[in-house]
Each structure stands twice: as structure tokens, then as C-alpha cells.
């Protein structure tokens, strides 16, 4: 028997009766992490890993039916002994590893193989039968070092405070805009973060994460002189919008894995595009999945096809999953044009 399986609500684990990142309510719910294809509201119980408690209350209400679990620590339950492991994706994020009578599956939801240090990292997970998204699952996706990114963001930050104007950067409220505020040079000048932002930093700030001192956008007046010398992180639906205006003269940029791709730029209408992900690019999706020793590779959201087709080719027993997660970095470039904030 499977012990993951496709049902109209979500992933199901039949011996445990529980399901994984559903997209319908249902009575038992089991999350890997709190980006809003994942975890949904209206289930009656969640199970999560300990260090994301503080983002699942902040984004569907303090008084959800949680029960935390500590990473590697395990449980039993209906037969089925399940653990959470680090899947460095964002703060809390985690891999769930399921063991029923000597058959090991893992559903790894979203990953990121490069540390950042904004969340504990990536730590393969030996298993029969591995679940792995596949967002960036193309041979054209191959990232730089995020050091280089970080430092790419410093210099266009620094050459518009020698202009005189604010550096509005466009990324994804949870988890991008942490990582980054992580990993910039903070001594360039202040920074400003949106209101979808700001109490997400103050979640990471209260579980250890170290990020520099933020201001509230919305506390700083339009003509305040500070604005010529900021950096102001902010969610992709305010692009073009009354509250972008009000930095007056500004340079502004995108942050995400699909920045590639040049045309994704050129249709953002935006002045740079900086390549960083929070998921494995393909280097790095072929790489866990090769740690885990798995035969059997079930693939979800993404390029399904091309990496079924390439694991297949390796000698591997793979298949694709219908889900209907979808990419956080997919939902806040789309957000720019529905003008609506993303999830």
C-alpha cells in the first residue's frame, strides 16, 4: 500500500488518516511550512514542525488547533511513525518523514539545498519513496551563489543613494524578504519595510533569526530625507501603485528565481531583476534526491514532465503527483498584475 496518495482534499496518508498540505479542510492536517498553498485555514487540527509555530498563528490566527513537533523528534500515530526534518526552504519549513511497517516515505514540500541562515538547513532524509516539488525542474535554472546576489543588491543599493533616490526592492513578504534583509549590508542606510512585511520580521526577530533594525514604511513622511538614501522592501503588488509613488524619484528591483528568465524582467517593467530562490534550482533537486537514496521519486508542482522524464532516465521509478500547490514566487509576480497581495 502507498502510503501517500492523491485525494480530492490533498495528500493522504491512508494507515494514518491524516493529510499533507491540504488544499481542501480537513480534520487532521499535517504542514510543512506556512506559505498559503500550504498551509490553508479551516482544518480542524494542524501538526507542524516547532520553529514555525510563530509564522502558521501569525498567518491563520493565534488560536488554530496546533501541535508543534521539534525537528527529528518522532511520533506515532494510527501505526504510522512521522518526524519533521530541515527542508531550509523558510523559517519553520520542514520535510515530513513517514514510517509504516519497514516502508519509509519522505514529502519534502518545499526546499532549498544553499543555507542562508535564516532557517535551519537542508538535511537529506534516507527513504524508499520521496515526494520533491519541482518549481525551478529545468536545466536553465542554475543559481549563483547567494553571496553574489547579496552583493549585486549592495552595489545597485549603493549607486542610487550616490543618485539621491530610494531603492525599492519587490520580493516575496515571507521568507524572501527576510532572507535578504539577512544578508545585505545594513550600514548602507536605512531600511524601510512594508506592512506585510514588518510583522513577519518581528515573528523571525522572536525565533533567533538575527536581521537588522527596520522602520515601518508608513511611519515615514513622503518629503522625509531618508527617503533618498533607503532601501524599501516591499511586497510585488504594490509595483506602480499610490503607495510606491510616495518614494518619489526611485530605482526599483525584483528579487525571485524567475528573474532568469530576461523576458519575466522585461514584462515586470522593472530596472534590475536579482536571481534568488528559495528553491532548489536543478543542480540542487537532482542532488536531494540522489541523497535520499530513494528508488521511487514522486514529482509535484513545477515542471513535472521534464524531471520525471530525466529521474526516469537515470534508472528511477518516477512519477508525477497532481497537486494544486502552486509557487510562491510564481503567486507574488502574478500579484503585479492582479494587484492583489500575495499569499
Request: aromatic content about 10%.
Amino acid at each position: 500500500m502507498d502510503l501517500v496518495i492523491a485525494r480530492p482534499e490533498g495528500l493522504y496518508c491512508p494507515p494514518g488518516d491524516f493529510y499533507i498540505d491540504p488544499w481542501r479542510p480537513v480534520e487532521r492536517s499535517v504542514i510543512t511550512h506556512a506559505h498559503g498553498d500550504h498551509a490553508r485555514g479551516g482544518n480542524q487540527h494542524y501538526l507542524a514542525a516547532a520553529p514555525g509555530e510563530g509564522i502558521l498563528r501569525s498567518r491563520l490566527g493565534q488560536d488554530i488547533n496546533l501541535q508543534t513537533l521539534p525537528y527529528d523528534e518522532r511520533l506515532q500515530h494510527h501505526g504510522v511513525t512521522l518526524s519533521f526534518h530541515p527542508a531550509g526552504h523558510v523559517l519553520g519549513s520542514a520535510q515530513v518523514r513517514l514510517e509504516y511497517q519497514g516502508e519509509v516515505w519522505v514529502a519534502s514540500g518545499d526546499y532549498k539545498v544553499e543555507p542562508d541562515g535564516t532557517c535551519a538547513p537542508f538535511e537529506p532524509v534516507k527513504c524508499h519513496t520521496f515526494i520533491t516539488e519541482s518549481t525551478f525542474g529545468l536545466p536553465i535554472y542554475r543559481w549563483q551563489p547567494q553571496a553574489q546576489i547579496f552583493d549585486e543588491i549592495n552595489q545597485w543599493w549603493r549607486g542610487n543613494i550616490a543618485a539621491g533616490r530610494a531603492s525599492v526592492l519587490f520580493c516575496y513578504s515571507f521568507g524572501k524578504a527576510q532572507r535578504i534583509l539577512h544578508g545585505i549590508d545594513a550600514s548602507l542606510g536605512p531600511i524601510l519595510a512594508h506592512g506585510a512585511v514588518e510583522p513577519l520580521n518581528r515573528v523571525y526577530r522572536e525565533a533567533g533569526v538575527h536581521l537588522p533594525p527596520t522602520i515601518y514604511a508608513g511611519d515615514v513622511k513622503k518629503n522625509d530625507p531618508i527617503m533618498g538614501q533607503a532601501l524599501v522592501i516591499a511586497p510585488p503588488s504594490t509595483s506602480g501603485s499610490t503607495w510606491v509613488r510616495r518614494f518619489g524619484d526611485y530605482s526599483d528591483a525584483f528579487a525571485s528565481g524567475w528573474m532568469r528568465l530576461r523576458g519575466t524582467r522585461r514584462r515586470r517593467g522593472v530596472d534590475r531583476g536579482f536571481v534568488l530562490s528559495d528553491h532548489a534550482d536543478w543542480p540542487g533537486l537532482l542532488w536531494a534526491i540522489e541523497q535520499t537514496g530513494a528508488e521511487r521519486v514522486m514529482v509535484t508542482h513545477g515542471s513535472v514532465g521534464v524531471l520525471v522524464r530525466h529521474l526516469r532516465e537515470q534508472g528511477l521509478d518516477a512519477q508525477g503527483f497532481t497537486t494544486e500547490y502552486g509557487d510562491d514566487e510564481e503567486d507574488s509576480v502574478s500579484a503585479v498584475d492582479t494587484g492583489e497581495e500575495a499569499s
